[in-house]
C-alpha cells in the first residue's frame, strides 16, 4: 500500500471539503490502482453560515486548512509494473500521475438575496498532480516496505502475433501444461505438477536415441546463433532442458533405464514449485527469443 498525505485549503466559513477520491497511474495515465480516502482529522467541524456580500468579501483571504490521507492498494503484478517503468526511465526514478477528484460544499446564497439562489450547492472538482520518487529514496525508503526482492511474481507472456505456425503450436502446448501446473500446485498436487511439468518438458524434444528429428532444437538454435551465442552456450542450455526432462521423469516411471522396478520419489511442496517456476522461466526465455 502506498499512503498519499493531501494537504486541502478552502475559504473559511465558505465552502467545506466532503471527500476526496482518485487514481494512481503511471506517468503515461496507465492506472495502478483506485485512491480511497481514511480520515485523519474525525473531530473536526466545519460549518457555513450565511453572512451578508460584504461579510462574504472581508472573508474572502481566510483560509483553512485539512489534512487527509489517501491510500493505493498495490498487487504484486502493480508492483512489477511500476518496477519496469522505474527500469525505462534514465535515473532509475518512480514517477507518478495522480488524478483527484475533490468534493466540496459551497454557499452561493447570502443574507442579501436568498431568492433565486441555492442556499448549498455541491460542487466536484478534478485536480491532478505528478509525484517523483528518486532512485535513493525508492530503494532505500519504498521497495523493502513493499517486498521488492523478497517475493517472485510468475507471469506468462506469451507470444501471439509476429511468429510461425510451428512456434504458435508449440507454445500453445506448453502454455497448457504450464497452466495445469499452476491448477494442481493451488489444489495441493504436488506429483500431478510434476508430471505435468514433464508434459512440458517433452514438448521440447531434444535428440536423443529414440528421437533423431528435433525441430525445436534445430529452430531454437537458429534464434540463438541470430542474437550470437556461440555453439557451447547453445549446447548448455540444450542439455539443460534435457537434464531437466530427465529429471521430472524420475517422478513418473516405475522402472528405471534397465527395467528394474524402482519406488517412485517423494514429490513435495518446494519439488512442485521447483519445476513450475523452471518452466515458466524457460516458458517466458523462449517467448522472448522468437519474438525478437
Not at 483571504?61 to 489517501?70: M, S
Not at 517503468?85 to 507518478?96: D, L, M, P
Not at 512442485?272 to 522461466?281: C, D, E, K, P, R
Request: contains cysteine; hydrophobic residues 35%.
Amino acid at each position: 500500500m502506498l499512503k498519499i498525505q493531501v494537504n486541502l485549503e478552502f475559504p473559511y466559513a465558505s465552502e467545506i471539503p466532503v471527500s476526496i477520491s482518485g487514481k494512481l497511474c503511471h506517468q503515461n495515465g496507465k492506472i495502478l490502482s483506485v485512491l480511497t480516502e481514511y480520515e485523519l482529522n474525525s473531530d473536526n467541524d466545519f460549518g457555513l453560515t450565511l453572512k451578508t456580500e460584504q461579510e462574504k468579501k472581508s472573508k474572502e483571504n481566510d483560509q483553512n486548512r485539512h489534512n487527509i490521507q489517501l491510500s493505493a492498494l498495490l498487487s504484486s503484478l502493480v508492483i512489477q509494473s511500476i518496477e519496469e517503468q522505474r527500469e525505462k526511465t534514465k535515473n532509475k526514478s518512480v514517477e507518478f500521475y495522480i488524478e483527484f477528484i475533490v468534493k466540496t460544499l459551497n454557499q452561493p446564497a447570502s443574507l442579501d438575496n436568498l431568492q433565486g439562489n441555492d442556499l448549498v450547492r455541491l460542487n466536484i472538482e478534478r485536480k491532478h498532480s505528478r509525484i517523483k520518487v528518486e532512485q535513493s529514496d525508492w530503494v532505500t525508503n519504498f521497495a523493502p516496505k513493499l517486498g521488492i526482492g523478497s517475493f517472485l511474481l510468475l507471469e506468462l507472456n506469451v507470444a501471439e502475433n509476429n511468429v510461425s505456425d510451428f512456434w504458435k503450436d508449440l507454445t500453445q502446448l506448453l502454455k497448457s501444461s504450464i497452466l495445469e501446473m499452476e491448477r494442481n500446485i493451488r489444489l495441493g498436487e504436488w506429483k500431478k505438477t510434476i508430471e505435468y511439468s514433464r508434459q512440458f518438458f517433452d514438448g521440447l524434444n531434444i535428440k536423443n536415441n529414440r528421437n533423431t528429428d528435433a525441430p525445436f532444437e534445430k529452430k531454437l538454435k537458429e534464434v540463438l546463433i541470430a542474437e550470437q551465442h556461440n555453439e557451447e552456450g547453445i549446447n548448455n542450455l540444450l542439455k539443460a532442458i534435457k537434464s531437466l526432462f530427465d529429471f521430472t521423469s524420475k517422478y513418473v516411471h516405475p522402472k528405471d533405464r534397465s527395467g528394474i522396478v524402482k519406488p517412485y520419489p517423494n514429490a513435495g511442496k518446494e519439488d512442485a514449485y521447483l519445476v513450475y517456476t523452471l518452466s515458466i522461466g524457460l516458458f517466458n526465455l523462449i517467448n522472448s527469443k522468437i519474438l525478437k
